[in-house]
Nanobody
Framework: VQLQASGGGLVQAGGSLRLSCAAS????????TGWFRQAPGKERELVGV????????RYADSVKGRFTISRDYAKNTMYLQMNSLKPEDTAVYYC??????????????????WGQGTQVTVSS
């Protein structure tokens, strides 16, 4: 599965952005799909991950209650709705996918498909 991320940009603190991730083919229901981010000088970290067919979801503590992952089955597209953005959310955001859920979904090495990354900058 090839992934194409879009929707990044510059926003003021407290604002909102929605990222999109379009898959090149129909995503099987057993896939784990989600988002990672990487800020300058920091390691890549999990933002959130879901099972494409439903039933499993996990968010990083730092984004719980502010970010929401959703998907449109007809468009084969996943979204990351980001509300109440903070300057510390500034990073390059990557969408990811892999077949089957994993024991440690926060480990980026498990994911076999990565989008190209989209920059999100939150100004204070």
């Amino acid at each position: 599965v090839q992934l194409q991320a879009s929707g990044g940009g510059l926003v003021q603190a407290g604002g909102s952005l929605r990222l999109s991730c379009a898959a090149s083919e129909r995503t099987p229901s057993d896939y784990a799909t989600g988002w990672f981010r990487q800020a300058p000088g920091k390691e890549r970290e999990l933002v959130g991950v879901i099972r494409w067919g439903g039933g499993r979801i996990r968010y990083a503590d730092s984004v719980k209650g502010r970010f929401t992952i959703s998907r449109d089955y007809a468009k084969n597209t996943m979204y990351l709705q980001m509300n109440s953005l903070k300057p510390e959310d500034t990073a390059v955001y990557y969408c990811v996918a892999r077949r089957n859920w994993v024991v440690r979904p926060a480990d980026p090495s498990y994911y076999t498909s990565w989008g190209q990354g989209t920059q999100v900058t939150v100004s204070s």
